[in-house]
């Protein structure tokens, strides 16, 4: 019975210090992020629809190439 009890215990106690750590920083102002940060930049400046087009190319062209390796016989 003293197991799960110290398990219990450890566990609150690293979630407790997550947490704590999470309250303390949140005083410091938050880096801004953009779409640029994360992405290529010629992403972002496209419309919806033309991001939309660029991606469903994108998986016909993954889509392209696992049909081709299947033909082939590579094991995908």
């Known amino acids: 019975m003293k197991k799960p009890i110290i398990l219990f215990f ?3 106690f690293w979630v407790y210090s997550l947490t704590s750590c999470s309250v303390l920083r949140a005083e410091e102002p938050l880096p801004s ?11 972002c400046d496209m419309t919806p629809e033309e991001r939309e087009i660029f991606f469903l190319e994108l998986l ?7 049909l081709e390796q299947k033909k082939t016989g590579v094991d995908v």
Do not use: G, H, P
Request: proline letters at 0%; a neutral charge; hydrophobic letters at 40%.
């Open 10 to 12: 450890l566990f609150y």
């Open 33 to 43: 992020f953009d779409c640029k940060s994360f992405v290529n930049e010629k992403i």
């Open 60 to 66: 016909r062209q993954m889509l392209n190439e696992t």
